[in-house]
């Protein structure tokens, strides 16, 4: 890790909440893509269907193929009748799940409530109270890809299309609390585009927890620490990688996610191998990176973890003038925003 000091205040910018994206573009492949290129400093303004003329045969993409949990559901406490919001974030076991919840000051241990769910009333009872979440268990096993609402971020406030736009096409098993958002832009036809150009594509998972959006608070993001979350890189991925390596071509990570996990898993194993297990990898400017040659990633929000790890991978101050880039040239931020691809 880099020993020059880090500053949270470093990692801001300026953005107009008009360009903060309430929906998504349409078609997907219609957003707009800004290329950073990394060697020559250089910024350029494309589509995101026109990746294929980006890439190179030989290439290898890295998808996070989790799917997200209809996980929202609204009911109340059963002594009192009073509003509550639960949010499901992971399971401990088919009937025991730890949550978010509002009002949180409701999580008072032995509480019943009776909640609202698309496969009808479901209680649950406050088992645990945590600093920011709590413990349920349920009456009966929990089914996360068919229970409640599919969440959006707070920041996406009048979205009332399809829940089906906030997952990737190649998502399956529901897992994860937000969308792995890079992945949104991709197409069926874009996908067959890219192999027939000579693109390989292969597949990680990484549960997305709430806390990977969480807004670092510490003065120093050395100090922030990330929930850890579930992992997993297929045998076929990691040997897919080691031969695209191999024969000189570019791992090119969609998302955040998946850079978090390559990096986790190399910087355990050495490389990248067959994995199971949890991450709670903090990438900051000055980290080594192994696994990953190139990263297609969309705009994130200020003093954010995440753009402090793309700032890591392609230079602060190159991000930060390609963000202020993207609000001159007026690209949709967040989510449901336009994207950016960083190439060596």
Not at 275 to 296: K, N, V
């Amino acid at each position: 890790m880099c020993n020059d000091p880090l500053r949270t205040s470093d990692f801001e910018y300026e953005l107009p909440p008009e360009l903060i994206a309430q929906e998504p573009a349409e078609p997907r492949d219609a957003a707009r893509l800004m290329v950073l290129r990394r060697a020559e400093r250089s910024i350029e303004h494309r589509i995101f269907r026109e990746l294929p003329e980006l890439l190179a045969p030989g290439d290898l993409l890295v998808m996070n193929d989790t799917r997200v949990m209809a996980a929202r559901l609204y009911g109340v406490r059963e002594e009192t009748g009073g509003r509550v919001e639960v949010l499901l974030v992971r399971p401990l076991e088919p009937r025991r799940w730890v949550v978010l919840m509002r009002p949180l000051r409701s999580a008072r241990p032995g509480r019943r409530l009776l909640l609202e769910t698309r496969r009808g009333p479901l209680g649950a009872v406050v088992v645990e109270r945590l600093p920011d979440e709590a413990v349920l268990e349920f009456d009966r096993e929990v089914d996360p890809a068919n229970e409640g609402q599919v969440p959006l971020p707070p920041y996406i406030r009048h979205f009332r299309g399809d829940p089906e736009r906030y997952q990737t096409v190649y998502a399956r098993e529901a897992r994860s609390a937000a969308a792995p958002t890079a992945g949104l832009h991709f197409t069926p036809e874009l996908l067959a585009r890219l192999r027939a150009a000579g693109v390989g594509t292969a597949f990680v998972t990484l549960d997305v927890g709430p806390g990977t959006f969480r807004p670092v608070t510490a003065d120093d993001p050395r100090h922030h620490r990330l929930d850890e979350e579930r992992i997993s890189v297929p045998t076929e991925t990691a040997e897919a990688i080691r031969r695209t390596k191999a024969r000189g071509g570019r791992v090119v990570a969609v998302g955040t996610t998946v850079v978090r996990t390559l990096e986790h898993v190399a910087q355990e194993c050495g490389e990248v191998q067959p994995y199971e297990g949890w991450t709670g990898l903090l990438i900051l400017p000055g980290h080594e990176f192994r696994a990953i040659d190139a990263l297609i990633t969309n705009f994130h929000l200020p003093r954010s973890s995440l753009l402090m790890l793309v700032a890591a991978f392609a230079g602060r101050e190159f991000v930060l003038d390609a963000y202020r880039s993207a609000v001159v040239e007026r690209y949709r931020f967040y989510s449901f925003g336009d994207a950016m691809l960083i190439l060596p």
